[in-house]
């Protein structure tokens, strides 16, 4: 893969900052209050030193008529001075905007981008959806307390086609590890914990050579069985599936860790690598690989098959009871 080129003039002089959202844009989102950040199911959790509560509690909108109201997309948060003694809580690589109830990250990263001002590795990160969307345009539930972002890749991740999906699920799957978290990659968009629990989703969408990812993570909840889709391919869990962890980590936290783990993947083992030797170590990442498996496209066609690997765009491989290999460059895989 090529290196990422240069920012725009206007992305290069956007620092990292973590930013609370309180123009507001609508219909894509809610104005920001103080309340999304802290507590139960909140962006930043609640294992918050007391100082911090309080700048918090007293974050405000500023008056649209002042400077500060007709600039920018909302404040910077910045600690007390007794928290940077320690480790800055917002301490990001990219810009990170946060919001409160959106219809969808997407519309926001879209949104922002008109103004060039999601540079690469910038994201979205809301608090609620109330459009989000996954595969085929179907729902995705949005719990609060759940991660639900969608952030700007660099140019160098892609590159077009199918591809661009499973490497965006290398990407993260690998970030994960990183982290201690043993996800795998279900072709072509979802994360699993070990090979049974959906935790995760992956959707990408493209504009005018711009790429945005939108991810989900089930962090604190995972949808009912009665409330997911009749028929899904895997049952849903949490990131932590039942590692008996008392406290999770907040969005917020969870994303910091992440993007900094996607960097440091991305530098290493993509970014002046070829797409064939990429591919060649997603493949101990890959769900289900070497069982028997269905692909169904968005209406009722199946195809049966072994699950052999990927192709060099990104394609599944899948050899028939005839012995033929078919290469599918999309649809939906379960298990018989």
Not at 47 to 55: E, I, N, T, V
Not at 130 to 149: D, P, V
Not at 162 to 190: C, E, I, M, Q
Not at 239 to 245: K, N, Q, S, V
């Amino acid at each position: 893969m090529e290196p990422t080129g240069p920012p725009s003039p206007r992305s290069r002089g956007l620092p990292p900052a973590v930013i609370a959202l309180t123009r507001g844009f609508p219909p894509y989102a809610r104005p920001f209050s103080p309340a999304v950040l802290m507590g139960r199911d909140s962006l930043l959790g609640e294992r918050l030193s007391p100082s911090l509560q309080a700048y918090l509690s007293n974050v405000r909108p500023p008056d649209k008529n002042s400077p500060a109201g007709r600039s920018g997309a909302g404040i910077p948060l910045t600690p007390p001075k007794e928290e940077t003694a320690g480790e800055d809580p917002f301490a990001v690589p990219a810009v990170v905007y946060l919001a409160e109830e959106v219809t969808s990250t997407f519309d926001l990263a879209w949104k922002l981008l008109e103004t060039d001002a999601l540079p690469p590795w910038g994201a979205v990160l809301a608090a609620r959806q109330t459009e989000g969307r996954g595969q085929y345009r179907r729902s995705w539930q949005s719990l609060a307390g759940n991660l639900h972002l969608t952030f700007r890749l660099p140019e160098g991740a892609n590159p077009g086609g199918g591809a661009a999906s499973v490497l965006t699920g290398y990407l993260l799957a690998s970030a994960f590890r990183r982290l201690g978290f043993p996800l795998s990659l279900k072709w072509p968009n979802d994360l699993l914990l070990g090979d049974r629990d959906k935790v995760g989703g992956i959707l990408l969408e493209e504009r005018g050579g711009i790429l945005l990812a939108g991810v989900g993570i089930n962090l604190a909840h995972a949808p009912r069985p009665e409330d997911l889709r009749r028929k899904a391919a895997t049952p849903a869990g949490t990131l932590f599936g039942d590692r008996g962890e008392e406290r999770f980590p907040s969005p917020f936290a969870l994303w910091r860790s992440l993007v900094g783990a996607a960097i440091v993947e991305y530098t290493r083992n993509v970014a002046h690598r070829g797409l064939s030797e990429i591919l060649a170590d997603l493949v101990p990442l890959l769900a289900w690989r070497n069982s028997p498996v269905i692909v169904t496209d968005g209406g009722d066609t199946r195809i049966s098959g072994l699950y052999v690997g990927i192709g060099p765009e990104g394609d599944l491989l899948l050899r028939l009871d005839t012995g033929e290999i078919r290469s599918l460059h999309g649809g939906s895989l379960s298990r018989p």
